[in-house]
């Protein structure tokens, strides 16, 4: 294989360190409404993996936009620029052998098929957390969908600004409906673990 940086001819390859794990890489990507249960169950899912022995990455809004996305909005540029470069990142740790787990809510097609076509559709698995949204409503803590009913936060998906719901997901979790372990089960199910 040719590359314009030749660094790339020299490095070990995926398949060596995929072999030195002994699991593939891949990216679980959870979509959904703030609020509908993607960090819970992430999370979960992360500590089965674990103590399963797999070596595993959790990014999620919240430790991704306090750090290399520190400096964008929620503009629609901004949305769009942080679903990049999330999955930029994400795709160097599948390319190491990790199973990759990320939460955003990335609210649109567009944004998610950019996602997929960066990481490899072989490697993207979609999961759509559909939890309806009178259920993320009371389950917020925080308020911030009575603050964006109230207009006091602009571009609030679900409310102000649009969530186009996966078409075709690799699976889909309404976690009014499932336990937490429910879920879990469903997730180890599709990545055959």
Not at 17 to 23: D, F, P
Not at 25 to 41: A, D, E, P, R
Request: hydrophobic content about 40%; charged content about 30%; aromatic content about 6%.
């Amino acid at each position: 294989m040719s590359h314009i940086y030749p660094i790339f001819d020299k490095m070990l390859s995926r398949t060596d360190k995929e072999q030195l794990l002994g699991q593939r890489g891949v990216m679980l990507w959870f979509t959904g409404l703030s609020g509908s249960g993607k960090s819970t169950v992430a999370i979960a899912l992360e500590r089965e993996l674990h103590r399963r022995g797999r070596l595993c990455r959790l990014l999620d809004g919240d430790n991704i936009r306090a750090g290399i996305n520190a400096n964008l909005g929620f503009s629609a540029e901004d949305r769009r620029e942080n679903i990049r470069r999330i999955a930029e990142v994400a795709k160097l740790f599948v390319d190491t052998g990790i199973i990759t787990i990320a939460a955003f809510i990335s609210p649109t097609e567009e944004m998610r098929s950019m996602a997929a076509e960066i990481i490899g559709p072989e490697d993207f698995k979609e999961v759509y957390i559909s939890t309806p949204i009178e259920e993320c409503e009371r389950r917020d803590v925080k308020g911030l969908y009575a603050k964006a009913r109230r207009g006091e936060i602009p571009n609030f998906t679900g409310i102000s600004a649009p969530f186009e719901a996966p078409k075709h997901p690799a699976l889909s979790l309404d976690t009014s409906r499932l336990s937490l372990e429910e879920s879990v089960a469903q997730l180890l199910r599709l990545l055959q673990i």
